[in-house]
């Protein structure tokens, strides 16, 4: 199993950056396919970003395409969304997600969710 929490939202105003991590237990970390997503008021959790287990693949939605970056350590056990030029309308809580069979862009895909952390970008 693979216990998940993230930390580094906060509010910012738009055009600005933030850093999420996603600090992970677990001995198969490094097996795991790794996905943030991302949930507004009132909306479907969407797919933001995901890794390979290796950190090799990475794939985005078009909308953060160019402004977020997914990274991992394996010997850390941490998996990063580093994002820039943010706009209020990627306000949202973000949740990490792992899977040990791969990436996917369905939540239902991914066995394990962290609790999400907020992000809300002012205009």
């Known amino acids: 199993q693979v216990q998940l929490v993230e930390s580094g939202g906060g509010l910012v105003q738009a055009g600005g950056s933030l850093s999420l991590s996603c600090a992970a237990s677990?001995?198969?970390?490094?097996?795991?396919?790794m996905g943030w997503f991302r949930q507004a008021p009132g909306k479907e959790r969407v797919f933001v970003a995901g890794?390979?287990?290796?950190?090799?693949?990475?794939y985005y939605a078009d909308s953060v395409k160019g402004r977020f970056t997914i990274s991992r350590d394996n010997a850390k056990k941490t998996v990063s969304l580093q994002m820039i030029s943010l706009k209020p309308e990627d306000t949202a809580v973000y949740y990490c997600?792992?899977?040990?069979?791969?990436?996917?862009?369905?939540?239902?895909?991914?066995?394990?969710w962290g609790q999400g952390t907020q992000v809300t970008v002012s205009s």
């Open positions: 677990g001995r198969t970390f490094s097996s795991y396919a």
């Open positions: 997600a792992a899977d040990p069979t791969g990436i996917y862009y369905a939540p239902k895909g991914y066995d394990y």
């Open positions: 890794i390979s287990w290796s950190g090799g693949s990475t």
